[in-house]
């Protein structure tokens, strides 16, 4: 291995030590419906309609599911418009 192959094996390892993979969860509420919940899940996470149903599933028979997954960066704007549809939501 050279030396340029070493230094971009090195910076990779460390940007993948630097990214936390997070989880982003939806709750169970005994408020939202389905319909309201499945379109959130499509409109913020861009799930497709089946995608989002069965999690939307996951969420009523689980009581949560991940939704999403990524850095904290990438999944807080999510959380957020999650949470301001009415639907509780957290990055784990």
Same mark, same amino acid.
């Given at each position: 291995?050279?030396?340029?192959?070493?230094?971009? *094996?090195?910076? *990779?390892?460390?940007?993948?030590?630097?990214?936390?993979?997070?989880?982003?969860?939806?709750?169970?509420?005994?408020?939202?419906?389905?319909? !309201?919940?499945?379109? /959130? *899940?499509?409109?913020?996470?861009? !799930?497709?309609?089946? =995608?989002?149903? =069965?999690?939307?599933?996951?969420?009523?028979?689980? @009581?949560? +599911? /991940?939704?999403?997954? @990524?850095?904290?960066?990438?999944?807080?704007? =999510?959380?957020?418009?999650? +949470?301001?549809?009415?639907?509780?939501?957290?990055?784990?």
């Amino acid at each position: 291995m050279t030396s340029v192959e070493e230094k971009e *094996l090195t910076d *990779l390892l460390e940007a993948i030590e630097i990214t936390e993979v997070r989880d982003l969860v939806v709750y169970n509420d005994d408020f939202n419906t389905f319909d !309201h919940v499945i379109a /959130t *899940l499509i409109r913020v996470c861009k !799930h497709s309609p089946e =995608q989002a149903e =069965q999690c939307t599933w996951l969420i009523h028979y689980k @009581g949560k +599911c /991940t939704v999403k997954t @990524g850095s904290w960066d990438e999944l807080k704007p =999510q959380r957020d418009a999650i +949470c301001e549809a009415g639907i509780d939501a957290k990055i784990i």
